[in-house]
């Protein structure tokens, strides 16, 4: 199958129909967003602590807003909206999105099934260059006159329409870019959904699959059950912006009577939910395998583990309206939403559990990937437990739209899937490009990441609690918020603190792909088939069809004498 | 790896005997089929708070549309006969039966097309109301899919006339008439929500 053939610069790099290729194109791609989403947080940092005040020289004040109608260098109450609604879109649609599924799915999935590709791979190439075309198309949207949606990440009616909503064309391009990415995802679910059930190497059943290739296996089915969902959303309101029906307008501005703006709250909330755990599923899996490897013990339960995620993945689909309790639901109905919700924290809490579990008395290794996985175990617990909050109606309701949800969120996404994601970026680093990152800057970047960004989002809790309305613009002008401006202002100085530490993990990552220690063919001493092969992996991966006789878990079996794991292909020694 | 080569299919797979093609055109279609129930179901949605719906035929033209249905469902009929043809090795009747679905496609889309000319000269448009909204919406996202059927018809058949299928090499036209197959089922159920309830 390792049919090394002479390949142009164009289809070896650009036009790649291998795995591998198109995964570090992903990782590229979620990269990049994820630098300037993250700018784009710094920014609305600054205007929550400085309003009205110009940007300096190292938030680039020179070069931004220069135009802006209330003076030069300073962003106003409209480039404020833009600034959060793309940094939510860019920061889940366009970072962690390509990162985990895109990067991690492609470059895993056939590594640890035993196969030699994709069984789709000019699905695969189309997919990403499909993602490429979203991207410039929402890049495109920041030329527009009156600038990008400005309508927050969900995009609700009447802001993303055009009767009453924000001018401009923004919007139009974000519902395009969005269709397109969404597209980009399905190809990418049909072809990991069908790779997995075609592809795996003899012996490698289900259950013997590593968790990081059954989390992407659950998101993508989940993918591509849901997105199809948003995408006749998206249809609907790219009409109401362009071809003038009003499916979603209603009250007195709407001329054609009968729309209803809360069936876009109910299309994107189906999706919306189930989206939540299409972002974390890879990042559990990765993680419960990474604390594996680094205790050198078996996942504990890992058949638990698996199923536990199965059960959220089916869950998922029937919680939505827990987004929606103030919309004025039924009693009953919101009742049923709560339940289903907070049954979700029964699956949820027995394989944490199986993590404590993978941990005691296991021979820690503390390295940097291993840091990243257990700040997952603290940053997803804090995500977890305050969702309780938002999903019980009667806190929900005095909670809804404050600071604590998106602190709460923050927690689940940014902080849980992130980080799994730079778990997932260290670990892999050395079967990827061949080099290690270097581990010093790895530590700085995980310290400097842990303790800024626990200072950002907790407190971003405690000033929701205190009554910040999640899109305010300037918070000093509220009287109530008056005694935790400080807060505020503390908050402002860990993000950027946080945000500076990102400049070293990009340098690192840059700097260790040229200069980077040259990597063993096993750095971590891991089991999965991913780590057997020799780097530069060859187009094909496996010089022969691995035959699968281990789980993927086999650490420190007392029968091994010289090492102390088992690949999953190789056979107990007698 | 090659791209033709055939997959193997591994042992016990619960899925049987379907190629990975098929596997992902099963995918593809599941995939379809729920973003055509997202638009049927906010139409029905859209429907139930509006505060007024004509009546069935009210508006729309029941008997040219049942015949357009009867007309896709005999194409269904040819794709089955198509399949049918180069499972016997028989080239001619496979491009033959081919050509029928695709005329019929064409046909279909031909009806439409009139039908809408006929709505947007007696300005009954897009943005007219809900209603005329969610009919053009759900029927207009559905003859894309019969436009996309048609095209996918005539990259088989032109892969026909080069003599690329056989009596054991006729994977792709079967994974064709799956989604062939698709498109006219969510006609009638488009044809049942839009025009008759
Ligand atoms: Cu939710």
């Known amino acids: 199958m390792s049919n090394s053939h002479e390949q142009s610069f164009w289809s070896k790099y650009i036009f790649s129909l291998d795995h591998k290729v198109i995964g570090k194109q992903f990782l590229w791609l979620g990269i990049f967003f994820l630098l300037f989403g993250g700018f784009q947080a710094m920014l609305i940092r600054w205007s929550l602590s400085n309003n009205m005040e110009p940007l300096p020289w190292w938030l680039l004040g020179d070069f931004l807003y220069q135009s802006s109608p209330v003076g030069a260098g300073i962003i106003g109450p409209d480039a404020y909206n833009q600034l959060f609604t793309m940094h939510g879109t860019i920061m889940i649609f366009w970072a962690i999105t390509p990162i985990l599924i895109g990067a991690f799915g492609n470059f895993c999935i056939p590594l640890q099934i035993g196969a030699p590709d994709m069984v789709f791979p000019k699905l695969n190439m189309i997919s990403f260059w499909t993602m490429f075309l979203a991207s410039v ?12 949606a400005a309508g927050g990440w ?29 597209t980009s995802t399905l190809m990418g679910a049909i072809n990991y959904i069908t790779t997995i059930v075609r592809l795996r190497a003899p012996g490698m059943d289900y259950f013997k699959m590593p968790l990081t290739t059954w989390g992407l296996f659950l998101t993508s089915i989940l993918n591509a059950l849901f997105v199809p969902i948003i995408a006749a959303g998206l249809i609907i309101l790219l009409l109401d912006n362009i071809a003038g ?22 299309v994107f909330w189906i999706f919306g939910h189930p989206e939540v755990y299409i972002l974390i599923l890879p990042a559990w899996g990765i993680v ?14 890992y058949k638990v583990t698996a199923i536990c995620m199965c059960t959220i993945t089916a869950l998922s689909g029937v919680v939505w309206g827990h987004h929606m ?79 604590f949800v998106v602190g709460h ?68 002008e509220f009287e109530f918020l008056k005694p935790v401006l400080g807060l505020n202002d503390f908050m402002t100085t860990s993000a950027f603190i946080l945000g500076a530490v990102q400049v070293l993990f990009a340098f690192n990552f840059v700097w260790s792909l040229v200069k980077g220690k040259l990597a063993e063919k096993n750095p971590w001493g891991a089991a999965t088939l991913e780590w057997t092969v020799d780097h530069p992996i060859p187009h094909g991966n496996f010089s022969a069809t691995p035959q699968v006789v281990n789980g993927p878990h086999e650490y420190s079996h007392p029968s091994l004498k010289d090492k102390d794991w088992l690949a999953q292909s190789e056979p107990l020694p007698s | 790896m090659n791209q033709n080569q055939a997959l193997p299919i591994p042992a016990n797979d619960p899925f049987g005997k379907a190629t990975t093609g098929k596997l992902g055109m099963w995918l593809f279609i599941i995939i379809d089929g729920l973003s055509f129930a997202g638009l049927l179901i906010a139409g029905a949605a859209l429907r139930a708070s509006a505060p007024s719906w004509p009546a069935a035929g009210e508006l729309l033209n029941i008997p040219l549309t049942a015949f357009n249905t009867f007309l896709l469902i005999c194409t269904s009929f040819t794709m089955v006969m198509a399949l049918n043809a180069i499972q016997k090795g028989d080239q001619a009747g496979l491009k033959k039966y081919l050509t029928y679905t695709m005329a019929g496609g ?16 007696n300005d009954f ?45 006729w994977d792709h036209v079967e994974i064709l008439g799956l989604f062939w197959h698709f498109v006219d089922l969510v006609w009638i159920l488009v044809f049942t929500v839009i025009y008759l309830i």
């Open chain 2, 125 to 169: 448009l897009l943005n007219t109301s809900i209603y005329s909204g969610v009919f053009y919406v759900t029927t207009c996202f559905h003859g894309l899919h019969v436009l996309s059927g048609v095209i996918y018809i005539a990259c088989i058949l032109y892969a026909a006339s080069k003599g690329r299928y056989s009596a054991d090499n």
């Open chain 1, 137 to 148: 198309v929402l890049l495109f949207s920041y030329l527009l006159p009156e600038g990008t």
């Open chain 1, 154 to 182: 969900t995009s609700y009616p009447p802001l993303s329409t055009p009767v009453g909503g924000i001018p401009g064309q923004g919007q139009t391009m974000w519902t395009l870019a969005l269709t397109l990415a969404g």
């Open chain 1, 409 to 476: 969120f923050h927690y689940t996404m940014a902080a849980s899937v992130l980080f799994g994601g730079f778990a997932a970026i260290y670990f892999w680093f050395p079967k990827m490009f061949g080099r290690d990152l270097d581990p010093t800057m790895g530590k700085i970047h995980f310290w400097g990441s842990f303790i800024p960004l626990n200072l950002v989002f907790f407190n971003m809790m405690v000033m929701g609690y205190a009554g910040h309305h999640r899109r305010i613009f300037d918070p000093s």
């Open chain 1, 325 to 403: 309790y103030t919309t004025g639901m039924s009693p009953l109905l919101g009742k049923t939403f709560m339940f289903l919700t907070l049954l979700i924290s029964i699956p949820s809490s027995i394989f944490f559990l199986n993590w404590l579990g993978t941990l005691w008395k296991g021979a820690l290794k503390f390295d940097v990937p291993m840091l990243f996985a257990m700040s997952v175990m603290w940053v997803f617990g804090l995500g977890g437990l305050t969702g309780l909050y938002n999903a019980t109606i009667t806190s929900d309701i005095y909670l809804h739209d404050t600071y």
């Open chain 1, 288 to 301: 419960s395998d990474l604390l594996s490897v680094f205790a050198r013990k078996p996942a504990f339960g």
């Open chain 1, 245 to 266: 029906t009003q499916f979603l307008v209603a009250g007195s501005k709407a001329t054609i009577p009968g729309g209803d703006p809360l069936l876009y709250q109910h």
């Open chain 2, 106 to 121: 064409l046909i279909f889309l031909g009806i439409q097309v009139y039908e809408y000319y006929h709505f947007i000269v």
